[in-house]
């Protein structure tokens, strides 16, 4: 970590602008079943534990291995076949596969030369010395998002000797949240380094585009990527270390309901183009992280094989951010079943009869029945978190606020009400993270408010309201928590042989 000591700081720069990296001992802070895992990592002596992607990592030996209960396929004839394709596809797997990736493109010549390394298609980039020149900003007239002309010819580089061919070969996923080929497309050597910089920043630095920060399924996208790419770039203590920038790239000031979820990974305000605006910043460690829509990238549209569950790398994403929000899981003192129903505060996909519904489970004495509106209104998101942390049963219509089920405990279960005919969004999901999911399965056994009209493409089952019958719900609840009695770490199984 040779780079973390450079700290170049020529005349031209204004050294009152200059952000300088603490050196105070790292505090890892991380979830306590990590801690072996990252502190194996580090002195390679003892390979007992290992994330998964490490180089020696034995099978055998690594954080989490998903399971495939269901049958093998033509795809994948062999359970290994499946849990290896599984394992690539959304768990550690997939990490390993972008550190294998990982090559210069622009390359050092002299200590203290500048960097830049990156993964095929340019899904992540990790570099040092890097000069960005945020004058462009400047000239636009409406906000920044999503756009891939905030940089121009020569707006980024460094002093290193650029692989060109290389570079442009893998520029081909060239969309805003696909790669980082709007911007690295413009990447040029450049003589003197830090040369004309106004800014140097030595902390470490994360440049984020993000998706729709106002929809939580896509926001964990981001989190989740913010995460997996922590795991791509580092090893050692300091992987995770909250002492690190982050810089959404978006003109924008950040804003979002989940913003919260920026305290597990940084101490720092978050940070905007508007912040540098004008300025040439120099950047002594940056990564690019893997992007919320790449093709075949995590965890929206992954293709995910048939039959397998229970990603490692969600797994620890889960406990890491659980861990660093302080959201603690209380002791389930009645060892009733506790139910929670998410209420939709929206004009779609109502369940115009939850009232009738909730009313017939708070019948039945085993269960602890919740209803909730998850809105900031009415709780902080934190406050929401701690509440899906202490479910065992989440039951809610198709909608972004069953991405939850993430922060749901292992043993728990999603009962989406209804899919809404978007079968495989919260079903591959759950599956991820490895918790139970249901579905409504008899489509006789609801009804609908209306064909549902969308805005602009006519009839839609997402834009409309409905009604469930009360028996055929009480069945699945009853099979959900069957589910929850057999895995729940301690429930008693004297309570239900009473009922
Ligand atoms: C390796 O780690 C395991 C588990 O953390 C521990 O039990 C064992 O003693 C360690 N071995 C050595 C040689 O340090
Ligand atoms: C990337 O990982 C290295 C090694 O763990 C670390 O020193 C560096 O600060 C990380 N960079 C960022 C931007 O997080
Ligand atoms: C509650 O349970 C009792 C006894 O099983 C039943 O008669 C009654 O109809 C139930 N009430 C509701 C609202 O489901
Ligand atoms: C669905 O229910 C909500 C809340 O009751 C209502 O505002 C909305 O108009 C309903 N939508 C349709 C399509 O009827």
Redesign the pocket.
Known sequence: ?LY?KIIAIPCFVLSNHVFRASAVPMDLNVHPEHLPYILNSRTDHNKSRCWGYESDCDIDHRYLDPVCPGPETSWAPTKRDQIDTFYDQGDFGYVKQQREEITHMCEPINQDDSSLECTNHLKFC?GHNIMINFENILNKNHPIRYQMDVLSSGQIGGKCKLHKEKLDAQCDHLSPLQSWSPELRFFTPIENYPGKCDLIITE???IMKIDATVNMYHHFCDFLNLYAS?HV????A??F?KD?HILVWESFAYESAFSDTFQAFTKHPVWNLNTFRGKVVCFN???LPLLPRMIFGLYYNTPLIDGCENSGLFKAFSQHVLHRLNIDQKPNANEKIRITFLSRNTKYRNVLNENELITALKNYSQYEVKKVVYSGNFLTFKEQVHITYNTDIFIGMHGAGLTHLLFLPEWAVLFELYNCEDEHCYKDLARLRGVKYITWRDINKFTVQDKGQHPDQGAHAKFTNYSFDKDEFLDLVDEAATHVKKYKHGYSPKLHDEL
């Open positions: 970590m973390l990790r470490p630095t994360v922590q770039n580092g090893s050692g300091s992987m270390s690190i460690d940056i990564v």
